[in-house]
DNA sequence: TTGACAATTGACCGATTGGTCATTATTATA
DNA sequence: TATAATAATGACCAATCGGTCAATTGTCAA
């Protein structure tokens, strides 16, 4: 198995149980079973090792509720679709979300609160582009707040059920947010939150990425994926890139094949916005 | 200066900007001009100074929040003095805020999380008290969804208020979430948390606190404070706490004075619930 | 079988941590 | 002023941290 992946899984549990500062890199080597040597093998410092953690989850988060957005053609259905993702994602990888939850703005790290801070506009981002669209010219003086309230939501539900032992009914949970969402977006009329509150548009992450970056991402990827359709996709979407000769529904398959691929997510989302789907 | 005082205020800004993990005693000590002696003389540990410090706010924070539900007889302006009372305690004691936002669930300490449960439990119950008074039958099978939404609000505007420099409009604010509440707890229909799903009662801090544990605490705070209408009020209400003479406008008035001294809120929380006003 | 090269190890490093305690300074009492 | 009691100091401790690197083991073409 892949050192890298190994020590990303492994650790990813201990961060869960202990929080980042609590658990030394002793303890991660050993419940891995490899030396300390071998763990600045993969990775330059322990910080490199949460960025990297933060990176491959929230990749993942931003992605599906991208593609959600993206690829959920009913209105009406679109938040109810949005919601659950979103909690089955966390639910999917509890441990990390353990972790988020744990250290939130935490952790003194520049880089790990910079990063984070990204992620969270992007996250926000999606949340507004579904209001607008959704909602449109009904909401314009209260869609900041809205986006904020389904924030408060996700994040406080998400505590609950983390907590519980019991499954969860994500079906009945996201019915319930929806309802409470048409609530507030329909009959709110006073607002808090204005734009320059927020100034959205200022962060780093939100520029547009040259296709050279994603040709990079894309090689990388296809060394570090083993043989299978994913990859044979990965690699003529690649080929496409550098010299377009396929059909748009060619392409659009090939993104299909390759979404769901926890390495692939992030391409596809690159690829997504590169395209205009 | 009280010596213990100085560390807790001092620190507590350290641990502001730091984390508690990331602020070393000597650090602390360095900060308050003191030795490293000094410090073990004021606390057994580093972690008996964090109790500290969250008992210190969290009685304020909670009496504050109970003293609004018990004081506010208008049942139209309760979630307004709610949510304005909240959120300038929060703005008061930022620094203490902050503390928590930054360490939330985290901080491996089992003591520290039990702790934080069981006024998280408190701060609920109030909220529920809240939504029984003034809703009603009329949320029997949504009320602890409200509840929820109610902490998201908070939890969520904190976050934004707390990372914004400019001043906030607090009446605004609270008047955009006294709006939000109602809407949610006169139309939401599909409910998610059911009773046993929180589990309210099986915390030890909602245990009936006996007349000698108060006297203890008032006993202790008594030392503490220097002369003062509240140091007066405080040895009356103890010796009426012994023998009972006073009438009881007089001790409403003892408690109306010594309701805003930092050491008393909880003393005047546990006595109002001791005579049940 | 050899030998060049890469992968892996774990003893070791300096720095820092929370906590201790013999010693010293200060204050109160007589 | 002399003495007892208390408050305060900071050098010191063992433990642990993230990180390094000389030494060892494994791999494979010649």
Redesign the interface.
């Known amino acids: 198995m892949n050192k890298k992946q190994l020590i990303m899984e492994k650790s990813l549990e201990l961060f869960a149980k202990?929080?980042f500062?609590?658990t030394s890199i002793q303890q991660i080597t050993d419940y891995c079973s490899i030396s300390k040597g071998a763990f600045y093998l993969s990775f330059k410092s322990k910080d490199e090792l949460i960025l990297a953690l933060i990176d491959h989850f929230m990749i993942q988060f931003t992605a599906d509720a991208d593609y959600v957005v993206t690829n959920t053609e009913d209105d009406e259905k679109l938040f109810y679709e949005f919601y659950y993702s979103t909690f089955h994602s966390f639910q999917k990888h509890s441990d990390f979300t353990k972790v988020l939850?744990?250290?939130?703005?935490?952790?003194?790290n520049k880089d790990f609160i910079i990063k984070m801070r990204a992620y969270d506009k992007l996250f926000e981002k999606t949340i507004l582009s579904m209001i607008e669209r959704v909602y449109g010219e009904e909401v314009e003086h209260t869609k900041y707040?809205l986006v904020?309230?389904i924030?408060?939501?996700i994040?406080?539900?998400s505590?609950?059920f983390l907590l519980?032992k019991a499954p969860v009914?994500l079906n009945?949970?996201s019915?319930?947010?929806v309802?409470?969402t048409n609530?507030?977006a329909r009959?709110?009329?006073?607002?808090?939150?204005s734009q320059e509150?927020?100034q959205i548009g200022n962060e780093p992450l939100n520029e547009e990425v040259t296709k050279e970056q994603i040709l990079d991402i894309m090689e990388q990827k296809i060394e570090e994926i083993e043989e299978s359709i994913e990859k044979e996709s990965l690699i003529l979407l690649k080929q496409h890139l550098i010299e377009p000769t396929l059909s748009q529904a060619i392409v659009k398959g090939l993104l299909e094949n390759i979404r769901n691929h926890p390495h692939c997510k992030w391409i596809s989302y690159l690829l997504r916005g590169y395209y205009k789907f």
Not at 187 to 193: E, L, N, Q, S, V
């Open positions: 202990q929080g500062e609590a939850m744990k250290e939130q703005t935490h952790s003194f707040d904020y309230c924030k408060g939501f994040s406080i539900y505590q609950l519980q009914d009945l949970l019915r319930s947010l309802e409470k609530l507030l009959h709110t009329t006073i607002p808090f939150i509150m927020i």
